[in-house]
């Protein structure tokens, strides 16, 4: 993507609803939407409140700038490549709530809205998992969290972090505190993280430092908690909710030494 491209993008636009508020749309539609089977684009940009400017997720797809992989975070669209079958000139797009689900339309009984796992849709209907997009609709509608270091309190928390499936605000902080605290200070978290895992020998050279935290990066974050004790799973690429949870209990270890 150029440089250009990136300038062009427009910054979040007026009256866009928040990502709580495009999951709890997409949420009110679960065990409903029937309507929408077939119409996976239209679900998705109503839920954005978006009008109708694409015909089907796959140009909805196209049109994106900012393409992502792994595991998306909440309010965002989440694209498929079908492969095979009536839809393949068409694929499909869902909203992610976060921690490797999604809301998709025609995945319930009667081809109703449903919350489904995306590596469970994935394998259900065998289709190919593109990933998801910052920018939908000509709009930018995620930034990645940056944390100024300048104002943030350098102190971690009393207590330790809860265990959860998905990270927090807190729990991304206490990362941004840790790579600060080694002098990895880059504005995306993800690419202090990557350059983290090489110098720890997990992330290999030959892999880019480009800030993407996908599937390889994913793996190496995992080798290396298989490491410590701590992710006693097979690595497959995907940050989900036993990746986080050991993430989340390295940081706590992490704290009493910082």
Partial sequence: MSAQAVSELPRRAMGVPSAAERVERASAAIGRGA????????????CFGF???????RQAWEATERRRSGTPPAGVPVFWDITSGKNNDFDHVAISVGGGVCISTSAGPGRTVARVGIEDLTRRWGMLYRGWAEDYH???????????????????PEQDLPVKS????????????????????????????????????YYASQFALDGDFGPRSITAL?????????????????????????????????????
């Avoid at 000509?138 to 971690?156: K, R």
Wanted: hydrophobic fraction near 40%; charge should be positive.
């Fill in 222 to 258: 995992q080798r290396f908690l298989q490491a410590k004790g701590l992710y006693p799973h097979d690595t497959d690429g995907w940050r989900g909710p036993l990746t986080i949870g050991a993430e989340i209990r390295y940081l706590n270890v992490q704290r009493r030494y910082l």
């Fill in 166 to 201: 998905a990270h927090t605000a807190d729990s991304l902080r206490a990362w941004r505190l840790l790579m600060a605290s080694i002098g990895l200070t880059d504005a995306l978290l993800e690419l202090a993280m990557q350059r983290w895992l090489r110098r720890r020998g």
């Fill in 51 to 57: 009008s109708a400017r694409y015909p089907s997720a």
């Fill in 138 to 156: 000509g709009v930018l509608v995620h930034e990645p969290e940056v944390v100024d270091l300048q104002t943030t309190p350098q102190g971690w």
């Fill in 35 to 46: 309507s929408y089977s077939g119409m996976c684009e239209k679900f998705v940009r109503t």
